[in-house]
């Protein structure tokens, strides 16, 4: 039996032509169907066009079938607000960073805009300016305007997200690991990346090195710092000068004249953008890199390779950590879980900015 046919008046629209005039209708406007014409076209009641056009699995897939053929026939497009309404979805996720001018974030973003595009999705992001009391404002906000929330590199402490957990949920944690955490979390081996350019370094000579060291509230710096500890406390001869830094261009820029003063060899920037000011800088002060002394970032952001000279680096699969952060965040937003955990394994690209120590 046609759905619809022992309704209410207006829960169906009228016929398409006067069976007492013969007279026919004008075409309709484009995008002027309804969802009770495309019901009576389909011949199914309005909840299952609903359904249909929500992307529910419940309806017959010859009924769906049926609504799909006819909406496209009428030209017909669901209102966003409605479904967003019958839903309680909004169509969105969010992105909260600390700093958009790093190149390291707009990977991140890249990825998972296109992954979160490809089903629909739009993206919303916040920058909280390395503040870790405006992050955690910006995240409950954020959250509370989007469907999910993916948090890069959160500078919050670890027992304030615990806290926050359940207001935040669904969420994924992108470039950080937080003990005791449901959110899954994809993050870097930031040990083996520090490791690896020691290796490097020490096995090219160089027994004085200087970390350019990042934001204190940063855990990539925690742990990069830790690393490069460990190794000089385990070398012998090996001396490790920590210089207070931060993350962008002028932080590295400011430090020429401290790597210089402090006597290294070598150098180890918290990441690219400070490695990138340092040479700058030390050219600035006729400074040859790498004769006279080396430097070294991490990230492999899209520039590092044009630096002059180019810059000896750590790569991170950044576009990556987008795309599987989207598709962990959909998971928790479908009900389903958000995976394991996954930690990266960086890789040591060796370029012009390092060279053998000085004698």
Not at 100 to 125: H, M, T, Y
Not at 312 to 329: D, M
Request: aromatic fraction near 4%.
């Amino acid at each position: 039996m046609r759905a619809g046919t022992g309704g209410r008046a207006e829960d169906r629209d009228e016929p398409s032509s006067s069976a007492g005039s013969g007279a026919r209708r004008g075409p309709r406007p484009a995008g002027a169907a309804t969802i009770s014409r495309v019901a009576e076209a389909a011949g199914v009641s309005r909840a299952t066009v609903s359904r249909v056009m929500n992307g529910s699995t419940t309806v017959k897939p010859e009924l769906a079938a049926r609504v799909r053929a006819a909406a496209q026939a009428l030209d017909y497009e669901p209102s966003v607000a409605a479904r967003s309404l019958a839903l309680g979805r909004t169509g969105t996720i969010s992105l909260v960073v600390p700093d958009l001018s790093n190149p390291l974030f707009q990977g991140v973003l890249r990825g998972l805009s296109q992954a979160a595009g490809k089903a629909g999705r739009q993206l919303l992001v916040a920058e909280s300016n390395e503040d870790a009391e405006e992050e955690t404002i910006l995240a409950i906000e954020a959250r509370r305007n989007s469907d999910g929330l993916v948090l890069a590199s959160p500078r919050a402490p670890g027992e304030r997200l615990r806290e926050l957990s359940d207001r935040l949920a669904p969420f994924v944690l992108v470039y950080r690991e937080v003990r005791g955490l449901a959110a899954p979390s994809l993050s870097v081996d930031n040990d083996a990346g520090i490791n690896e350019l020691v290796a490097h370094l020490t096995g090219l000579g160089h027994r004085h090195l200087a970390y350019l060291s990042g934001p204190s509230a940063s855990s990539s710096h925690a742990a990069r710092l830790a690393a490069l500890r460990a190794a000089a406390a385990g070398t012998p001869g090996f001396t490790l000068t920590e210089l207070p830094c931060g993350s962008m261009f002028d932080d590295g820029h400011a430090t020429a004249r401290p790597v210089l003063e402090c006597g290294a060899s070598a150098v180890v920037a918290f990441n690219d953008m400070v490695a990138s000011g340092a040479l700058t800088g030390l050219h600035e002060l006729g400074v040859r890199v790498p004769g006279d002394v080396s430097v070294t970032g991490f990230d492999d952001i899209p520039f590092a390779r044009y630096t002059t000279p180019p810059l000896t680096t750590v790569s991170i699969p950044k576009n990556e950590l987008g795309r599987q952060a989207w598709e962990r965040l959909w998971a928790l937003m479908n009900g389903e879980s958000g995976g394991y955990n996954v930690r990266f394994q960086p890789r040591l690209l060796i370029r012009d900015s390092t060279g053998p120590a000085p004698s």
